[in-house]
Nanobody, 123 residues
Framework: VQLQASGGGLVQAGGSLRLSCSASGSFVRVTTMRWYRHPPGKQRELVAS???????NYADAVKGRFTISRDSDKNTVYLHMVSLEPEDTAVYYC??????????????????WGQGTQVTVSS
């Protein structure tokens, strides 16, 4: 099972970017998907999450500017970011709860992470 993130880059303040993250491999289903970010010199923080049913949650710092969405058929989560600020500069990571079949044991839930994608916002 693998998560592959893409879409980062360099953008000027006020600009926009869309990140994507897709799950691939052998699994039964993907439930909650999340975006985290790790700003330079700071701790990693949860940016947004979306459940399998589409319920979303956002960090206060990004409310009104970032939108998380998913395409469950493609096992893909997106993060659409607008009105970007220099403070949004960070490595962005996706994570997901992915259920795999375990022979003789039913299902196992694992917390999987993508490789990170750099977002840099210049002032």
């Amino acid at each position: 099972v693998q998560l592959q993130a893409s879409g980062g880059g360099l953008v000027q303040a006020g600009g926009s970017l869309r990140l994507s993250c897709s799950a691939s491999g052998s699994f039964v289903r993907v439930t909650t998907m999340r975006w985290y970010r790790h700003p330079p010199g700071k701790q990693r923080e949860l940016v947004a999450s979306i459940t399998g049913g589409g319920v979303t949650n956002y960090a206060d710092a990004v409310k009104g500017r970032f939108t998380i969405s998913r395409d469950s058929d493609k096992n893909t989560v997106y993060l659409h970011m607008v009105s970007l600020e220099p403070e949004d500069t960070a490595v962005y990571y996706c994570s997901a709860d992915i259920w795999t079949a375990v022979e003789g044991s039913g299902l196992n839930r694992g917390d999987y992470w993508g490789q990170g994608t750099q977002v840099t916002v210049s002032s």
